[in-house]
């Protein structure tokens, strides 16, 4: 897939992560899968980490660099801004979680396009 595809992904999904923070926990459906928490983080921004490094045309060690404290940033103002939505709070482990996912996948990908 071209780049330029990979940067309308990126951006629709990062307009996915800030609308689902957005949801109110009185309106969150009740499932098994948030005693997963931490793991639905990392997954989270695991995926948005491959997109994040695919959207970069020749991605090189200098764009990783630049890349990982972006993914890092937006994870951890997201989790600032889950502290105003109304039953939703924000934490430590879940923005290390979105950070340690999105740290893998670029770093990852990076790896992989570098054989």
């Known amino acids: 897939m071209n780049h330029k595809i990979y940067r309308i992904l ?3 999904y990062a307009g ?3 609308t ?9 459906p009740k ?3 948030l005693e997963w928490d931490k793991a639905i983080h990392f997954t989270e921004y695991f995926i948005f980490g491959i ?28 989790e600032y801004f889950q502290s105003y939505i109304a039953g939703r ?14 740290s893998l996948a670029v770093i990852l990908v990076w790896l992989r396009t570098n054989d």
């Open 20 to 28: 689902l923070s957005s949801i109110p926990s009185k309106n969150m």
């Open 16 to 18: 996915l992560i800030l």
């Open 89 to 102: 709070f924000s934490s430590g482990w879940d923005a290390f979680s979105d950070s340690l996912g999105f």
């Open 31 to 33: 499932s098994f899968l």
């Open 51 to 78: 997109l994040a490094a695919k959207s970069i045309e020749h991605l090189s060690k200098k764009w990783v660099y630049t890349i990982i404290p972006l993914g890092i940033m937006f994870g951890i103002m997201d």
């Open 10 to 12: 990126l951006g629709l």
